[in-house]
Structures are given as structure tokens and as C-alpha cells.
């Protein structure tokens, strides 16, 4: 039926004032049927949802329903603009405009509200595995989140263009164009983005771990999609690009489980095999005793006799991550190990260098004098001349001896 056709006084105006009227109608009876359409939603839909979520222990689903109801109302507008011009014959040419606007507005209420719920139910850890099998860190949840927030955003927008009759496949081609030249231009920023997702993914270090690379080495403060910020020992804050970070050698100092001891005691040559037997049986066995040195790990031999020392390999591993108690621990077993040497009557070795003097050739008794080869050959001067030294005051005989 047409209403249009019944409204008889149109046909007094002049046409101008027809289409002027007409549209005047077509906009009081949209504005009257979306608030009819919200009242009937309020009552039928909304009212029965809001009690049912009121009954449930989580509060995400009253959340659920606040964050569509925008979407909603949009969706209820195109939906009173399809139901009016139905009703109304404005003629074919409104007709097709107004069918287009109303099935845009609820393309594009249908992905808002996507985006609403994705929002609120975004990706978890725990769901995505549960749901898909697979684990994927907990800091590369919000680059994840926000590449579907756009891919969504992409996909809308393609059914929108479709529908006011775009050509995408032409928009995709040009976008693409644009997009390598970009890419282009921005290498290393999509560079730094694969970077972070690499570190992300592969885990080697976490914010506040202790590293080490060829370029920087401190504590990590920052992991950011572009760069990640390392505060150093001198307190000196570093950028340092993901794309290099992510190809460099890291060393994690924060995921020791133990530290390593190695060093060698020298002890002096007046040991007696006895006291060295017993040294490294006391050595050994206090490390194996002690609760935080992994008894596996302990070393302890006699491997070499030195230039000027007996020495003795000491190696063990102490289960103290944590540097300052890993210090801490090794001083102690220092000077439990001094201990040993003491009680053991041994001596601590250090470099030194003995020299033997045997007789010239020639020399048959201390009573012959030295030529004077052999003077120069020992570096002992003539009696002249230490009397002359002597009566310089320049030296005396030990001195220049």
C-alpha cells in the first residue's frame, strides 16, 4: 500500500514543495520509528538480558551488555530507515539511497559491536590455549589484540566500501602499491616490530633480568614494540632497536640456577705429601657438606707442581643465583679453606724465584783471588775501586755487591 498516494493534499503543493514535504515525512516517521524500535528493544531484549546477568557470579557479561548497546542503537537507526522507506513510496531513487545508508549502519553497528566484544573477551593465555592448543607469552597478548582490533577494522570497512558500490579489488591494488612504498620507507621500523615479536616469542630475557651483549649490558626496563630500554651499571639508560637485539647474543644473567667456582690454591714446596693428601680430602669433603654447593659438581685435586707452588684445582657449583648471595657464600668457603691450611701447618705459595751460585771455572778455593773475567762475568768490583766507592761515600761493598 501506498501511503504517499494517499496523502491527497501533496498534489495542491507545488512539486518543489512535494519533495520538500515528502522528505519532511520520511524524517519525522525515521525519528518516530527509532524511538518505537528502542522502546520495543528496551522491553523485549535488554530488560530480560540485564536480569539474567544480574544472577550470575562474574560481572563481564553486565559489562558485555553496556559496551553493545551503542552498536545497537546505531543498528536500530538503519533498520527504522529500511522500515520507512518501505512503508512510504518515495520514489526509486530514495528509495535505493536510503536502503544503502540504513544496511551501512548496521554493516558497520554489527563490526563496532565486534570490536566491543573483542575488547572486553580479548585474547587470554589460558583461552587461547584451551581453545586452540597452543601457549603464546603473556606480553605479546597486546601487540596480538591490536592487529585483530585492526584486521576487524580492515574487514569492515571492506563490506562498507562494497555496499556504497566501491571497486575493492582496485582499492586493494592501489593500497598495496602505496603499502610497498611504505614499507620501503619504513624497513627498519617493520624490522624493529619482527624484532619484538621474536624476543616475545623466544623469551630470552624479561623485564628486570640482567644481560649481556656485544653492544650493552644491565637491566632490562623496558620491552617496547620499536625498542627495548637497558639501564647499565653506571646507570646510564640505552635504546637498543629490537632488530638488533633480536639477532644479537644475549647472555641472561638472571637465569643462572647456580654459579660456578674455579681457582687454584698454591701451596708451598715444604708440604709434605701427607699434608696435601689430607688438604684436599678436607677441602673436598667441607664442600660436599655444605648445603648450597651441589656435591656432583665438586673438584678437588692435586693437578700440578708449579714454578714456585704445589697446586690444587678447587671447582663446584653453588646453588645461589642471586650474585650478592653467591658472593657472599664464596667468601665464606675462602676462609673456611684458609682454615685448613692453617690447621694443616701448610703455607699459601706465592711467585718467587730462587738462585744458586756455584764456583767459577777456575776458582779451586774461596782463598784464590778472581780474575778479572771472572770479576765481570760475577759483577764484584776491585778492591781500588770499592775503596774509592767508600771514600765517595757512593756504596760500600754489599751495595755494589
Request: net charge negative; glycine share 6%.
Amino acid at each position: 500500500m501506498n501511503i504517499i498516494e494517499q496523502l491527497t493534499f501533496l498534489n495542491d503543493l507545488p512539486p518543489f514543495m512535494q519533495d520538500i514535504v515528502i522528505n519532511l515525512i520520511l524524517l519525522i516517521v525515521s525519528i518516530v520509528m527509532i524511538l518505537v524500535l528502542r522502546r520495543v528493544l528496551t522491553l523485549i531484549l535488554v530488560r530480560p538480558m540485564r536480569s539474567v546477568a544480574r544472577r550470575t557470579n562474574t560481572a563481564i557479561d553486565d559489562t558485555l551488555i553496556d559496551e553493545v548497546l551503542p552498536p545497537i542503537r546505531i543498528a536500530v537507526v538503519g533498520l527504522a530507515l529500511i522500515i520507512t522507506v518501505n512503508l512510504f513510496n518515495f520514489g526509486p531513487e530514495m528509495q535505493q539511497i536510503t536502503e544503502t545508508i540504513a544496511r551501512t549502519l548496521i554493516i558497520g553497528a554489527g563490526f563496532y559491536a565486534l570490536i566491543k566484544v573483542f575488547g572486553i573477551v580479548s585474547l587470554r593465555p589460558d583461552v587461547f590455549k584451551r581453545v586452540t592448543g597452543l601457549s603464546i607469552p603473556e606480553r605479546l597478548l597486546p601487540f596480538l589484540n591490536t592487529v585483530v582490533k585492526y584486521l576487524i577494522v580492515a574487514l569492515g570497512a571492506i563490506f562498507i566500501l562494497q555496499e556504497l558500490n566501491f571497486d575493492v579489488a582496485a582499492l586493494i591494488a592501489s593500497l598495496g602499491v602505496v603499502g610497498i612504498g611504505i614499507s620501503l620507507a619504513s624497513q627498519d621500523t617493520v624490522a624493529n616490530l619482527f624484532g619484538f615479536a621474536a624476543i616475545v616469542t623466544d623469551n630470552p630475557f624479561e623485564v628486570g633480568d640482567f644481560i649481556k651483549t656485544p653492544d650493552v649490558s644491565g637491566v632490562v626496563e623496558q620491552v617496547g614494540m620499536r625498542s627495548t630500554r637497558v639501564r647499565q651499571l653506571d646507570q646510564a639508560l640505552v635504546t637498543v632497536p629490537n632488530n638488533l637485539l633480536s639477532n644479537a647474543v644475549v647472555l641472561n644473567w638472571s637465569r643462572l640456577q647456580k654459579r660456578r667456582i674455579n681457582f687454584t690454591i698454591g701451596l708451598t714446596y715444604d708440604a709434605t705429601s701427607q699434608q696435601i693428601k689430607a688438604f684436599v680430602h678436607h677441602v673436598r669433603e667441607m664442600l660436599k657438606e655444605a648445603e648450597d654447593v651441589d656435591p656432583e659438581t665438586v673438584v678437588v685435586h692435586f693437578v700440578e707442581f708449579g714454578a714456585s707452588s704445589l697446586d690444587v684445582l678447587v671447582i663446584c657449583q653453588v646453588l645461589l643465583p642471586d650474585w650478592g648471595e653467591f658472593t657472599a657464600r664464596k667468601e665464606q668457603l675462602y676462609l673456611e679453606i684458609m682454615e685448613i691450611v692453617e690447621n694443616l701447618g701448610l703455607g699459601f705459595a706465592f711467585p718467587s724465584q730462587s738462585v744458586y751460585i756455584e764456583n767459577m771455572p777456575g776458582v779451586t778455593s774461596p782463598e784464590q783471588p778472581l780474575t778479572m773475567t771472572q770479576r765481570r762475568m760475577l759483577r764484584i768490583p776491585k778492591e781500588d775501586e770499592v775503596k774509592s766507592n767508600q771514600a765517595d761515600g757512593t756504596g760500600d761493598v754489599e751495595d755494589q755487591t
